[in-house]
């Protein structure tokens, strides 16, 4: 007998980032970001400016062809479509103090198109999409004049689309700024040369950001639901030696501080002890103090991977291809880009968050990274993807094993349901899709959209509210 299932209502669908997507990034107004100077990812630093081999300023033509990605989305029955809007849409510069029109009219468009399919938008406001003059000139969040800036932004979304957009993240994976601060803080300093001191300032302006606008928004459009975004990443102890226990403790807070602040409206203890520690003396004035205490609705999260941590320096290696690092866990295979495949850990980190915060939980990114290749079966071009179906069945059944434990989960949107820009290595053969887009690292292809063997699986799973779960492929 079933004993798990998904509730009434679970808004399944998928996840994509304007930058990653988009592409048109010097069309209708929009400034540049940083995404613009990033040819490589995180996997080399930025450059001067946009250069033609940087796939994400054509990306996958979204910005033209969304009507018949979106129809694509209706036809496997999304629920909801997370999106981003680009910052440097709306405004170009970042500090402009009137936004560009043509870009909000655009994202008019989007979300008629959504509408009209009844599909329920879930819109990032920051993913990983400095403006690039807030970077250079700014230094990024490490200014608290970003606070500024990122609230007026906010203010002209809340304003145009409250009434059209329920559900808001304020900052995608916010954690990862701690390790990729031009990424995620639009810090324009190598991370060797930046200090703790500037890091956890950034932070702290982010965070305050993160609550400011969360009340603003109460204000604004008092049905609005809005959620923090964090990269979900279970460590677990290398072994059972309580000095392992006790390090993945130590690591475990990186990412937890971000949720505890959002959810608890203060910093927590364990957090104030490693300021104190280590000198970092933070800029938190009273108003901080007051606009922290206002709290998020729900807490969002990634889901790729889980980590190992230990106390013993001579084990202590680096995992590949992981944003937040950690030792490879032994047990556990890794995909071709060293993304260790853990579904048990989803379930962990489901309870674990759901019990610390008791907040609603929504999964807004998980998905397999891999190189597909088109065949044509009976006249028809698709990708044989049982690789991905078996990664994202493996993960879901974890996920109705996390709600039959009592975890209050509001959907789940798939990463990259349509192929896009890697965000860490720039690469177009990461393909996470349903849909295969016909682009090539080289730049090549005709962007043309191919229906994979996972999209059909997707719709009935959809379809069955995740009853189809389990079966065979
Ligand atoms: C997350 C980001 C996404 C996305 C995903 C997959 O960190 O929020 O933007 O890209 O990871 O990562 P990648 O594209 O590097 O495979």
Redesign the pocket.
């Known amino acids: 007998m079933l004993t798990a299932r998904f509730p009434d209502g679970f808004m399944w669908g998928g996840a994509t ?1 304007a930058n ?1 997507i988009e592409g048109a990034y010097d069309c209708g107004g929009k400034g540049l970001s940083i995404q613009d100077v990033m040819p490589r ?1 995180i996997v080399e630093p930025p450059v001067e400016s946009p250069t033609e081999d940087n796939l994400k300023l054509t990306a996958i033509d979204f910005y033209h062809r969304y009507a018949e990605d979106i129809a694509l989305f209706a036809e496997m029955g999304f629920k909801v479509f997370r999106f981003s809007i680009a910052w440097s849409r709306i405004y170009p510069r970042g500090d402009e103090e009137a936004p560009n029109e043509e870009g909000l009219a655009f994202y008019a468009r989007v979300l008629d198109e959504l509408e009209k399919h009844g599909i329920e938008p879930l819109v990032t406001i920051s ?2 999409e400095t403006p690039l003059h807030l970077a250079r000139t700014l230094d990024g969040w490490i200014s608290r004049e970003m606070i500024r800036h990122y609230e007026r932004y906010c203010e002209t979304l809340f304003r145009r689309f409250g009434d059209r957009v329920k559900y808001w993240l304020t900052f ?2 916010i954690n ?1 700024v701690l390790h990729e601060p031009f990424l995620s803080g639009g810090i324009p300093v190598p991370k060797d040369q930046l200090s703790q001191q500037d890091l956890y300032q950034a932070v702290h302006h982010e965070l305050v950001a993160s609550a400011r606008v969360t009340r603003l928004a109460r204000e604004l459009m008092p049905d609005a639901q809005i959620g923090c975004m964090i ?1 979900a990443l279970p460590v677990y102890p290398l072994t059972p030696d309580p000095g392992d226990v006790t390090a993945a403790m130590h690591t475990a807070h990186d990412s937890y501080a971000f949720g505890d602040i959002h959810c608890r409206g203060e910093y927590p203890g364990y957090l104030l002890r490693r300021f104190r520690e280590n000198g970092i003396q933070l800029e938190i004035t009273e108003q901080d103090r007051l606009d922290l205490t206002h709290t998020v609705d729900f807490v969002s999260l ?1 889901y ?1 991977m889980s980590v190992c941590e230990t106390a013993d320096p001579e084990k202590k290696t680096a995992g590949e ?1 992981n ?1 937040l690092g950690g030792v490879p866990n032994p047990t556990l295979q890794a995909s071709e ?1 060293g ?1 260790q495949v853990d579904p048990k850990g989803l379930r962990v980190i489901l309870n674990d968050y759901w019990d610390r915060w008791q907040k609603p939980l929504f999964i807004v ?1 998980n ?1 397999l ?1 891999a190189r597909d290749e088109v065949v044509v079966i009976d006249g028809r071009r698709t990708v044989v993807d049982d690789y991905r179906i078996a990664y994202l069945d493996d993960h879901l059944l974890q996920v109705r094993e996390a709600v039959a434990d009592g975890v209050e989960l509001l959907g789940y949107t798939s ?2 349901c349509i192929d ?6 720039a690469q177009m053969s ?1 393909r ?1 899709g349903f849909i295969h887009v016909d682009r090539h690292d080289d730049g090549t292809g005709t962007l043309e959209r191919t229906r994979k063997k996972s999209f059909d699986w997707y719709r009935r799973v959809i379809e069955s509210n995740g009853e189809v779960l389990g079966a065979s492929l």
């Open positions: 980032a990653q990812g993913h990983y995608n994976e990862s990269i990634s790729y291809g944003i880009w993304w990114e998905g990274g990463w990259g896009l820009v890697s965000a860490s290595t990461k996470y």
